[in-house]
């Protein structure tokens, strides 16, 4: 499975709609196979679904995102988890061994049921 994680520094990129890169991971078996940053630019909308399809994304983990492109992302078939904070490489390990994803690292001010957890 590919796990795309918007990046910036070692965190989560706070808002999608301002985020250039992505991290992008193999998962298998409960473990992170392969890792590699992809730039890319949400606000080219028309590309964007082009842009995750052509790495094979699957599942999008994002903090705060609007709501166009929440929509563009889940009309491609990408389970979007939203409103989600902290190091990148803990959440994406907690995600690969199949941990859920809040309240832990729930953005502050959210609720486990504003996201897709």
């Not at 999008?60 to 990408?78: D, M, N, P, R, V």
């Not at 409103?83 to 803990?90: L, R, T």
């Not at 199949?98 to 502050?108: A, E, K, V, Y």
């Amino acid at each position: 499975m590919k796990v795309a994680i918007t990046v910036w520094d070692e965190k989560i990129s706070p808002v999608f709609d301002s985020a250039h890169k992505l991290l992008i991971a193999d998962i298998k078996n409960e473990k992170i196979k392969k890792m590699s940053y992809q730039s890319f630019n949400p606000q080219f909308e028309a590309r964007l679904t082009e842009d995750l399809s052509h790495f094979g994304i699957e599942v999008l983990i994002c903090g705060a995102i609007s709501e166009i492109h929440s929509t563009l992302i889940e009309a491609c078939a990408i389970k979007l988890i939203p409103f989600i904070g902290g190091n990148v490489n803990q959440v994406l390990e907690a995600y690969a061994k199949g941990n859920p994803l809040g309240p832990s690292f729930l953005m502050p001010g959210c609720r486990e049921d504003d996201s897709m957890v």
